[in-house]
Nanobody, 123 residues
Framework: QVRLVESGGGLVQAGGSLRLSCVAS????????MAWFRQTPGKEREFVSR????????GYSDSVKGRFTISRDNAKNTVSLQMDVLKPEDTADYYC????????????????WGQGTQVTVSS
C-alpha cells in the first residue's frame, strides 16, 4: 500500500519560513516524480512545484519561483519544500503527489496523493 505523509505545516508570519516534508512508502521512490500542490476552500487545486525522480530537474509555478525550493532524498524516500518569504496568499492546504511521469504530474494527474498539511501565513 502506497502512503504519502506530509508534515511541517503551521502558522507563520508574513516574511517567515516553513519547511514541508513528505515521506513516501510502498513504492520505488526514485522511479516517481514528486510534486507539491496547494488548495484553498472554494478554489481549484494549484500546482506549486515538481521534481524528477533523480532530482535533476525541477520546476515551480510563477507565484512561488524564487521563494520556494523543492528537494528530495531518495535514500530517505522524502521530498521537501522549503518555503521562504511567505506571503498571506500562500495560505492553503499543501499536498504531496507522486507519479511516474514528470510531465503528467504538472497537470495534477498523479497516481498518489497525501492527506495534506495546512499552512497559514498571517499578515
Amino acid at each position: 500500500q502506497v502512503r504519502l505523509v506530509e508534515s511541517g505545516g503551521g502558522l507563520v508570519q508574513a516574511g517567515g519560513s516553513l519547511r514541508l516534508s513528505c515521506v513516501a512508502s510502498g513504492l520505488t521512490f526514485r522511479s516517481y516524480a514528486m510534486a507539491w500542490f496547494r488548495q484553498t476552500p472554494g478554489k481549484e487545486r494549484e500546482f506549486v512545484s515538481r521534481i524528477s525522480g533523480s532530482g535533476g530537474i525541477s520546476g515551480y509555478s510563477d507565484s512561488v519561483k524564487g521563494r520556494f525550493t523543492i528537494s528530495r532524498d531518495n535514500a530517505k524516500n522524502t521530498v521537501s519544500l522549503q518555503m521562504d518569504v511567505l506571503k498571506p496568499e500562500d495560505t492553503a492546504d499543501y499536498y504531496c503527489a507522486a507519479d511516474r511521469s514528470y510531465q503528467h504530474i504538472l497537470a495534477g494527474r498523479a497516481d498518489y496523493w497525501g492527506q495534506g498539511t495546512q499552512v497559514t501565513v498571517s499578515s
